[in-house]
């Protein structure tokens, strides 16, 4: 089945023949659906936090930053934006020339506060030698489209969504690159450094470099910080082999075999590298302006605060553990805080104190995250979720539609009416109680991948994804989930979203 030729392609990857057939594999068997409890809700999996609750929380976050620990703003914005400009590239491809549907009037109507208004309009000008406004009364609006998709112009159907100007302010626009460098300024500097890393696209490290170097030492100033800004390529050896419809592989027309990235979850190996006792964890898109930045950061030195005091409590009950000839009672109140913490909930009540003691180590010493939900208004996104680990054990997970069984009417319901959904909003600890990192890796439940269906030149093909960043790869992380305002989220997932009040 592989020839001599596909292993020597594999190798060079650095992925084994074994993980391989493996893949394919499970192109044949599929993956399994996870079993349900109940979707998460306030009742049920879910902190509400009461405003005196907010306040300490901040104050114990802000003290822990003057201690001396290594704080990491990391940023996933590797994706094109080719997917926001989907209705734009219809437009250009369409048998009428006018704005006809209700996406390309509302996008013609709000041009002017796009942010990137005035570059487009000098490409306008310098390519057509006319401006916006001219192209538009003489009825050439596919003309304004193309010179903010193609080359020739903005390029902006071919970007990083971190390299568009969204954002506009009286000293220039700003790029979500650099809200989130602010971002990581106003809660996420510890000593007056502003760790930030940024996982990019090998075609866009040298564009997302220079515009680094040419803004960093502005936001350095303003506010007072240093910065430490890296970044990262998603590994070629997290890549998964495309199948066909008959679970072979697929081939390329010169023979070879077909890779795809495997996936968001591929940068839990980026996410590993990262030398940090705290990791915040949050989209490229996920940006507002300065005036309505309050609030995001104030939650999230909420869920910060509550991180490092659970991991405090954490510490303290594995290094009992560690002494040993734990009392019955002791090891009651470290059994209530896990079910308590992390909703953990096994039948563990005919263990001996031994038994009890080992489950319960085992079951404290691993990553913890803290992750915002907010209530659900219809956006798109993954749901929080009291699910059944292989163990019998139930914990907390994010779960996507696609992990889901949609034949099940019981578990369709929990995701249909759940109250909350994820804004991937998480703040992670990475580091055991003696201070060594965990092997992240460790920590992913394989099962959770998924499969979908593609195609290349017009041929069908099954793509492998390998478990999402934040929900299988960190299947076996303690988790907890806290309620955050709908203010804390503002996704761009079309360009038209940029027209929202809180994008300008």
Known sequence: MLTQQDLQQIAKKGISEEQIKQQLNEFKTGFPFLRLKAAASIED??????????????QAWNEYKQQGHKIVKFVPASGAASRMFKDMFAFVDADYDTPTTPFEKQFFDGLKNFAFYDELDAACRKNEG???EYLIQDGQYKKVVENMLFQKGLNYGQL???MLLFHRYPEGPRTPMEEHLVEGALYAASNGESCVHFTVSHEHMDMFKKRVAQ??????QKYGVKYDISFSEQKPSTDTIAAGPDNEPFRNDDGSLLFRPGGHGALIENLNEIDADVIFIKN?????PDRLKAETVDYKQVIAGILIQLQKLTFKYLQELDKGQLDHDKLKEIKHF??????????IDSLSDQELAEYLRKKLNRPMRVCGVV??????????????NQDGTISLQILESSQIDKNNKEYMEMFTQGTHFNPVDLVCAVKDYKGQPFNLP???????GFISSKSKNGRELKALELPGLWNGAMSDWNTVFVEVPLSTFNPVKTVNDLLRPQHQ
């Open 375 to 388: 209530k659900n208004v219809g956006e798109p996104g993954g749901g929080p979720f009291l699910t059944y």
């Open 442 to 448: 460790e920590f992913v439940d394989r099962t959770t």
């Open 215 to 220: 803004k960093s030492d502005q936001y350095a």
């Open 284 to 288: 490229i898109d996920n940006v507002v």
């Open 130 to 132: 006319k401006s916006i």
């Open 160 to 162: 990083p969504k971190g």
């Open 338 to 347: 896990v079910e308590h913490a992390f909703c953990r909930r096994p039948d």
């Open 45 to 58: 999996g879910i902190v509400a936090t009461s405003e005196n609750d907010k306040n300490a929380y901040i």
